[in-house]
């Protein structure tokens, strides 16, 4: 893929307090993400869904870029983050894949995201 055209990953870890992330070693894992997936680069943000979340995605929709967000549940994510999409000009259902990356190790974690990444490879191809 194009460097231009390689999507974004954003990991969401809900304050870093959360349980469902105490498996990962978060740190780890976003630095294996951003050397090893086909992404333009990969970051943690605290709490997305929060008020400067939400001003966050306001500022970083504007490039739209395609990405992948590995957080919670993707029907949750999707009622959160469906107005910032659609007020950047973006439709969450083809401009973001989300997965729910909660409960996993490392390993587990970084595979799904690396499926993700392969699947839209795949679709942008067609
Ligand atoms: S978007 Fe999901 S993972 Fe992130 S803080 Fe909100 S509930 Fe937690």
Known sequence: MP???KPGFIMCVCTGK????RAMDIWDFINQA???LPVEYAFIHPQLCE?????FLA???KVHRK??????APNMQRKMFKRAFADAGLDIEKD??????RDMNNERAFEKVQAALAQMETEAGR
């Open 67 to 72: 990405l992948v967000i590995g957080a919670c």
């Open 34 to 36: 951003r050397v090893e």
């Open 59 to 61: 500022d970083f929709l």
């Open 18 to 21: 959360c349980p469902g992330f």
């Open 96 to 101: 973001a894949v989300m997965l729910d990356i």
């Open 3 to 5: 460097e231009q055209q």
């Open 51 to 55: 008020e400067d979340g939400d001003r």
